[in-house]
């Protein structure tokens, strides 16, 4: 080690511009030297372990062996900073800017409105932009591909792909995608329908204008020769030799020092689990790690190489060599292209990979069923261990020797009556962890009629990667048939031991996957041996994968009328404001606000007991650690130690007693994150447990633990229709909660102004004046010292109201104490463990009805799990108990809704507001009267749903004719009916995949039922010039809110949008304003900047007058010059809407959005994996005011609901504990999850008298339709059940994972085991 005590100098480039660093920390990450050395804060920090690719960069390095530039993107996140030196590193900020020239993926994927909060665009844009360097006309697939690892909350990703599908050859050449899939009906006109965007706009792509490999790295790559370079950091130093030998040396000195390679399991163990390796050994730079050697009996190839470098490898082997000798080879292809994302494949390393010994490892089983085995190096010497059952001991441990370095990896060449497969089955299509994943391999003795060799391994069966001994004993020496197949099956299900406790859980679905795998593996020996001639007089079904092929999609909606001026955008689709500014990175977001001199960073301390009395809080360790500065303790406050919600006050911090895990005790501050978080971690508390706590909403209704008041709405008399109806049904459904899972985490920066007690806080808050009032209270001073400012939200869906108003005035207290600027910005896992998400529901029912389907009763009882606090589950309860009848009539419906207290963390607002939930409760309920008559579900609908003029549950008189509307025109556009027999079809023909399908209605109340919360204001200031700067009540979190304001501003001022400006939003230009939510922000905000429009467009009649062929510019200069103000307040006093609980009526909402939905999918029976194969939604909006952003609103809302009804799973432990913290354990949709064909449909001439320009709010409203594809795939796994004979209702719990749709099917494999198999 030639360096001193300072490390060595790392040289690398960023966007053109070199670095040199000569004080390199190993902890520092690219990511946090990007956002916080070099202030590019283009690149997003969403998760921080790989998961959300927010952070994605591209990394380009120089190969001298064959002088060639390689470029691909990784997660900045977990790239270590001393991995860099000698490498290219482009940003976002590097390949476009507004102040240059945008690049065309920024531009195209802004423009066909994939960017909504932007939060994720860099990310996304840089994937993109990444797999076009490499591959200059992308395929689609390569581009769902790349993009695999780029979450995306807000889009539903579908305009994204259509942005990014502009650079693919085929499409270019395809004359129905002229700008965007929008294609409209196939008999209508091109020219009459309105496009999304026109794609014959768009710069061409010049790769000659891309920044080239900095020549002074060639240079240095080419000329000097590498030494090996050390890093010393605060508590790590990294050492990167460059020969073998030293490696070794270094090993055998330091046996304990991880290898660190592409880091994507070491960081994660080091962010995660706090574990320092006080040195770590950087191998990167040694060549014996790089090397293929093919042999004859297969190719040896070097642990080094990263996973995608493998996939390479191997595809050009299999186009090397004869299909017989490559099935291992293309088994691993097949398991690596699902093995995390493009950007985790990117840097992780078959070595790291190996030796992680990750019990869930998708390529261990495989490598480990193919014979493979590795040849490693230590001071003893060189030696060859195969990867067998031996070889894995439990999670992360090995046989090798602490101080073995594995240097190759043999994957051996198949032989003749070989095969190879491998099967996997996880909680997401891509880029997730398998649940159980499975390498399998027969041969065949000479004639195959024997089996001479098998071999089987799991991974997900236990601590370490398993091989099936006995299942194998049980089918080598015999041949392969039925008999030997059904004793295998017998052995394996009871070979693994799955007791309840498995990590992970899932017991009885991983038994049955394992069983599933092997029954597969069967089905494809089968087929091979039929097409071998070896057995005849079978019939197998070929089980063909799930369909994967994105179609066209469409989206439909109005032209504006022929009358309407070329200027007035309003119905115009207009792309999102700052679209092109989230695309090229210099949109700010709250934490991307520069640091300020002396600013702290606040980090929280959480509570650990669910139900507990703090006994002490020790923050001495903490407060020895460096940079730390204080503790903020709940004594620090100075007003208002509490909030008070619905009538019960919440502490800000706890003082005595704590209510659940994650509860928040008190906060560190210290002079930076890392400090901060240290610290936080150090601090010491005692608890003395108290009595049992409540976790679940069963547990609460036996200790009667509620919020109060609980709600009841009914009508008829509900009792009386029981006696008199042909049939009576009960059943029950639960629906999980959902996080928020907004891509940026809650952030605050408080900057105390040092002058009379004044504080400016910027929040990532969807309700600036709460955060102001709250603050004001908290600090005792007046809340015209506190000012509030939102500049744009990376995402809220209601989560960034009530939980951000504590964490401000927790953050404005640490500022009050120490007079310092004070940020507090949430780790992805603090986030979800603290800030809560959607009400976990149980909702039991009876029901009465006739023969013919007619409901004529309804008693339904809602139970939601509150959490902790009450925040607004009361009005959740509330807004369930308005939504009880969805879209039908029941004459009698009574409904009950209770807020369960719990001691989990309390639930809180999310887009829909207990909406979709009680809907999903009514739509199970018409299933269940469908099933139990063995009708169609959607005729049962469509007899009971509302008709004519037609009464609501709370005596509010409406017509449903737009929503019988949207009915019709859904099936119509769906093709419901021929699909409908299509679908019976492929079900009789097909035994172990299913499709289903489901049509499903939403009639939604927009607005809040509070009155006094419809209500906003506006500032619009006309300056000199003539640009516009508006301020409005709404805050922006990409539903397009200040989008929608400056085209009302463009129409009333008549003036192009392009001269209206909207800069933040703030409680000191618009004070009093109330949050954005309800689906209700355009409406109110839309009428408050109209009318301040309007009180303008007046005081310049006289000057217009005078001049009537004057311009916009004369216009306002005379205005001036004739002292004419030009600054004028809007105000907008929204519905008065109210109920009253005691009459059961009232006028809650001014009136319904509505929409119906259609989906199809494809299930695999046998793994519970399903696919949506169509999507058609029609909408009512009302007179769209921006189709572009209403399309993507409802698109990004159905997604979030696809994620709610079948993916999104919220796990905590027995004790209360949240384990679902972060991307890796908790799946939102993804690219792979998109329909593949996903048409949206505005319905036309509708028109809202209620809202600016008769538009509608869309918000929320269409979330719901994501039930659409839990009720096709119940339709589906109702089909399943008849071939074993079942049928009637069934309970299938939302969401509809694969566990519980596997088990649903009730194959032989889910259900017993020992029977029926074979
Ligand atoms: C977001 C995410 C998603 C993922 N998804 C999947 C998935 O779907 N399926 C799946 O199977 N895996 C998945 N993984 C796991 C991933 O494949 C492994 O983390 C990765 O392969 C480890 O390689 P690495 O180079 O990053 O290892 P590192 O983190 O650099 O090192 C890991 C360990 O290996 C040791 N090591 C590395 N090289 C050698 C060597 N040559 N000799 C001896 N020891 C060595 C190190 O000492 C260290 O202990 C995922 C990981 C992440 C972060
Ligand atoms: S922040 Fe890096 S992947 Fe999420
Ligand atoms: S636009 Fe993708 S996360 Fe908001």
């Known amino acids: 080690m030639s360096a001193g005590a300072t490390g060595d100098t790392l040289c690398f480039f960023v966007n ?83 102040k240059t020239r945008i690049h065309p993926v920024q531009e195209r994927i802004a423009k066909a409105h994939g960017s909504q909060c932007g939060f994720c665009t860099p990310g996304m844009v840089m994937s993109m932009y990444t797999l076009l360097r490499n591959n200059p006309q992308p395929s689609l697939e390569d581009i769902t591909q790349a993009l695999t690892g780029n979450l995306c909350r807000c889009t539903g990703y579908r305009p994204i792909i259509d942005g ?59 000329t000097s020769s590498p030494q090996t370079l050390t890093f010393r950091g605060e508590r790590v130093t990294c050492v990167s030799p460059v020969l073998l030998e030293e490696l070794v040396q270094l090993k055998t000195s330091n046996p304990e020092a991880p290898l660190i390679m592409g880091n994507t399991k070491l960081g994660p163990d080091f962010k995660f689990k706090g574990v320092v390796h006080p040195l770590i050994i950087s191998p990167i730079r040694v060549l014996e790690l790089f090397e293929v050697t093919e042999t004859t009996h297969g190719v040896w190839v070097g642990t080094g190489f990263p996973l995608s470098e493998i996939w390479a490898i191997l595809k050009k082997l299999c186009r090397q060599f004869p299909e017989e000798k490559t099935e291992l080879f293309r088994a691993l292809i097949q398991q690596l292209r699902n093995v995390g994302s493009q950007q985790i494949c990117n840097v992780a390393t078959l070595g790291g990979h190996i030796m992680s010994a990750n019990p869930n490892s998708d390529l261990n089983p495989i490598l480990a069923a193919g014979n493979c085995s590795v040849s490693t190096i230590s001071s003893g010497g060189w030696r060859e261990v195969p990867l067998n059952q031996e070889f894995f001991l439990s999670f992360g441990k090995t046989v090798l020797r602490p101080e073995e370095i594995v240097v190759s990896v ?39 009629r024997v089996v001479e060799d098998v071999s089987i391994y799991f991974g997900g069966v236990g601590p370490k990667t398993a091989k099936a001994v006995q299942t194998c004993a049980t089918i080598v020496a015999r041949p392969w048939n039925a008999e ?126 669910a139900h507990a009395k703090i006994i002490n809080v020790d923050v001495s360790d903490a407060l020895l650690l460096p940079g730390v500065v204080d503790v903020i303790t709940a004594k620090d406050i100075p007003g208002k130690k509490t909030r008070m919600f619905s009538g019960y006050d919440e502490e800000m911090l706890a003082q005595t007693q704590v209510s659940c895990i994650g509860q928040i005790v008190c906060a560190v501050l210290a002079d930076t994150r890392a400090h901060a978080r240290r610290a936080a971690s150090a601090v010491n508390i005692s608890y003395e447990d108290l009595s049992e706590p409540i976790f679940t909403i069963e547990d609460a209704i036996k200790r009667s633990s509620y919020f109060e008041p609980r709600r009841k709405l009914e009508r008829g008399n509900v009792e009386e229709a029981f006696k008199s109806v042909d049939l009576v049904h009960e059943g029950a459904i639960r629906i999980g909660g959902q996080e928020h899972f907004y891509m940026e985490t809650q952030s605050i920066l408080v900057l105390p102004v040092r002058e009379q007690a004044e504080f400016k806080i910027y929040a990532s808050s969807q309700s600036p004046t709460s955060v102001q009032i709250a603050v004001s209270e908290t600090l005792a001073i007046p809340a015209n010292r506190v000012s509030c400012h939102v500049k744009r939200l990376g995402g809220a869906f209601g989560g960034k109201f009530v939980k951000t108003v504590i964490l401000a005035c927790i953050t404005s207290v640490a500022a009050w104490k120490t007079n310092c600027a004070v ?67 029941i004459p009698n419906l009574r409904g009950r809704a209770a807020a369960c207290r719990t001691n989990l963390p309390s639930n809180t607002s999310f887009r829909g507001f207990g909406v979709p939930q009680v809907a999903c409760v009514i739509e199970n309920l018409i299933s269940d009267v469908g099933l139990t008559l063995q009708r169609p579900v959607d005729q049962v609908r469509e007899i009971n749903m509302y008709k004519g003029p037609s009464l609501t549950h709370y005596k509010v008189e409406f017509s449903p004719e737009n929503l019988l509307r949207c009915w019709d025109e859904c099936k119509a556009k769906s093709d419901f009916c021929s699909r409908r027999i299509a679908v019976d079809t492929f079900n ?126 004369s216009w306002v200069s005379a205005a001036v010059m004739e002292k004419i103000s030009l600054s004028a307040t809007g105000f907008s006093r929204g519905p008065d809407s109210y109920i009253d609980w005691d009459k059961m009526e009232g006028q809650p909402f001014p ?9 199809e999918v494809e299930l695999d029976c046998l793994t519970g994996d399903y696919r949506t194969m169509r999507t058609n939604i029609v909408a009512d909006v009302g007179q769209s005011l921006n189709p572009s952003v209403d399309i993507g609103q409802i698109e990004g809302a159905f997604m979030q609901g696809l994620g709610l009804f079948t993916m999104e799973e919220l796990k905590f432990s027995p004790c209360g504990l949240l384990y679902t913290r972060g991307p890796s354990q908790y799946k939102i949709p993804a690219v792979c999850d998109l329909p593949l064909s996903f048409n949206i449909h505005l319905l036309s001439d509708s028109n809202n008298p209620h809202a600016i320009y008769s538009s509608k709010g869309i918000g929320e409203p269409t979330l719901f339709l994501g039930s659409s594809v839990f009720f096709a795939i119940k339709d589906a796994v109702a089909a399943a059940r008849k071939e074993v004979g079942l049928s009637g209702p069934f309970s299938l719990d939302s969401p509809a994972t694969a566990e519980r749709i596997c088990l649903a099917c009730a194959s032989p494999f889910a259900q017993n085991q020992e029977k029926e198999m074979g």
């Open 988 to 1113: 009789e023909q097909n035994r172990w995949k299913k499709r289903g399908l489901s049509i499903i209605p939403i009639k939604y109340g927009i607005a809040f039922s509070e009155g006094v919360m419809n209500q906003s204001a506006a500032l619009v200031n006309i300056y000199q010039d003539g640009s516009v700067l508006v301020t409005h009540g709404g805050t922006e979190m990409g539903q397009g809110v200040h989008t929608k304001m400056q085209q009302v501003v463009s129409r009333e001022l008549h003036i192009p949008m392009s001269k209206v400006y909207i800069g933040e939003t703030s409680t000191n230009a618009v004070p009093n304003t109330f949050i954005s939510a309800a689906s209700f922000g355009t409406d109110a905000n839309g009428m408050a900047v109209k009318n301040a429009c309007q009180t303008l467009y007046q005081r310049l009649e006289p000057v217009r007058q005078k001049n009537p062929k004057g311009t916009w510019e």
């Open 1151 to 1159: 009136y319904f959005t509505y929409g119906v939905c259609c989906s």
């Open 164 to 222: 990014c599908r502009t650079f693919c050859q085929q499409e270019a050449n395809c004359c129905q995608l002229n700008g965007g899939t929008n294609s409209g009906s196939k008999e209508e006109n091109p020219e009459e329908t309105p496009l999304l965007f026109d794609k014959s706009q768009f710069l061409p792509i010049d790769h000659t204008q891309e920044l080239i490999f900095p020549p002074e790295l060639i240079l240095m790559a080419e």
């Open 410 to 448: 043999l994957i051996p060449f198949s032989r003749k009556g070989e095969l190879v497969r491998a099967f996997r089955q996880a909680p997401r299509k891509e880029c997730a962890f398998a649940t159980i994943t499975t390498g399998m391999r027969v041969l065949f003795s000479e004639g195959f």
């Open 484 to 609: 030997t197949l059904s004793q295998a099956y017998e052995v394996l299900v009871k070979e693994f031991d799955f007791p309840p406790s498995i990590p992970g859980g899932k017991a009885e679905f991983r038994r049955s996957l394992t069983l599933s795998f092997l029954f597969k593996f069967n089905l494809e020996v089968l087929q091979s041996l039929r097409k071998m001639n070896v057995i005849e007089n079978i019939v197998v079904e070929n089980m063909e994968p799930l369909p994967g092929e994105i179609q066209l999609s469409q989206q439909h909606f109005q032209h504006v009328s022929k009358g309407q001026s070329d200027q007035d955008p309003v119905g115009r689709a207009i792309i999102h404001s700052s679209a092109i500014s989230q695309a090229t990175g210099e949109a700010i977001y709250c934490d991307d606000l520069p640091k300020t001199d002396g600013e702290l960073f606040l980090s929280l301390v959480t509570s650990s007991r």
């Open 823 to 889: 940020r507090c910005v949430l780790e992805r896992g603090e986030d979800m463990l603290i800030t809560g998400g959607r009400h976990p529901v149980l909702g039991k029912y009876k029901v009465g009805f006739q023969k013919d389907g007619r409901i004529l009763a309804a008693d339904i009882q809602i139970w939601t799990n509150a959490g902790n606090a009450v925040d607004v589950s009361i009005f959740v309860a509330e807004k369930i108990l308005l939504h009880l009848d969805n879209a039908y009539n």
């Open 16 to 98: 053109g511009k070199k670095v040199t660093e000569k004080h390199v920390d190993p902890e520092t990450t690219l990511l946090s030297f990007l956002r916080e050395k070099l202030r590019l804060t283009g690149t997003k920090y969403g998760c921080g372990g790989g998961g959300c690719g927010a952070c994605t960069v591209m990394v380009s390095r120089y190969r001298p062996a064959n002088k060639s530039i390689c470029h691909y993107s990784v997660n900045a996140c977990l790239l270590p900073l001393c991995q860099l030196h000698g490498a290219a590193i482009t940003t976002v900020e590097g390949i476009g800017s507004t």
